[in-house]
T-cell receptor, first 110, second 112 residues
Framework: GIQVEQSPPDLILQEGANSTLRCNFS?????LQWFHQNPWGQLINLFY???GTKQNGRLSATTVATERYSLLYISSSQTTDSGVYFC????????????FGRGTSLIVHP | KAGVTQTPRYLIKTRGQQVTLSCSPI?????VSWYQQTPGQGLQFLFE???????NKGNFPGRFSGRQFSNSRSEMNVSTLELGDSALYLC???????????FGEGSWLTVV
């Protein structure tokens, strides 16, 4: 099945800093999503982005499908951005079962 | 619209017991899937249901089972609990033709 790798595994920032999280996937995808897991465990949808670029406030994401990676940008980070960020990819032509990466754990200090 | 609702949120069970977790999807979503999240294994797919039928199944032992009712609500059951079943169990729903899955808050299971 498709392999999904995220980097870095851990990230510590001061409030106001910018960061880039990366997601590499091993096959062509027809679905790629980014999630933020809050401290209470809930996974919140950030982006559905199988290709191209999207922005939502301080967050933006870019997927280069031909090169099999996606990036999540967080600008002017805030303490509320802390948590774990996951990407999930679904291989083209397969059953609709997303494969999740191991996540990037982000801590933003005030 | 209400989001995906999971109950109970927290529970503690003894090894050897069984547990049933419930999930109510977003209204209009007919696909429900379940995931297990542990620190060691990450997020792993358990199964997906659509129209009361299991469409896909992950690599879990037969102690893990599920079902879906005609109103799209789903339950998962774990029998003969083991310590390693301690995990966050997440339910997600989507429209069958939709690209985005939406998660509930999860059920935290501790097996002692």
């Amino acid at each position: 099945g498709i392999q999904v790798e995220q980097s870095p595994p851990d990230l510590i920032l001061q409030e106001g800093a910018n960061s880039t999280l990366r997601c590499n996937f091993s096959d062509s995808v027809n679905n790629l999503q980014w999630f933020h897991q809050n401290p209470w465990g809930q996974l919140i949808n950030l982006f559905y982005i199988p290709s191209g670029t999207k922005q939502n406030g301080r967050l933006s994401a870019t997927t280069v499908a031909t090169e099999r990676y996606s990036l999540l940008y967080i600008s002017s980070s805030q303490t509320t951005d802390s948590g774990v960020y996951f990407c999930a990819a679904t291989a083209s032509g397969g059953s609709y079962i997303p494969t999740f990466g191991r996540g990037t754990s982000l801590i933003v200090h005030p | 619209k209400a989001g995906v609702t999971q109950t109970p949120r927290y529970l503690i069970k003894t090894r050897g017991q069984q547990v049933t977790l419930s999930c109510s999807p977003i209204s209009g979503h007919r696909s429900v899937s379940w995931y297990q999240q542990t620190p060691g294994q990450g997020l792993q797919f358990l199964f997906e249901y659509f129209s009361e039928t299991q469409r896909n199944k992950g690599n879990f032992p037969g102690r893990f089972s599920g079902r879906q009712f005609s109103n799209s609500r789903s339950e998962m059951n774990v029998s003969t609990l083991e310590l390693g079943d301690s995990a966050l169990y997440l339910c997600a729903s989507r429209e069958l033709s939709g690209n985005t899955i939406y998660f509930g808050e999860g059920s935290w299971l501790t097996v002692v």
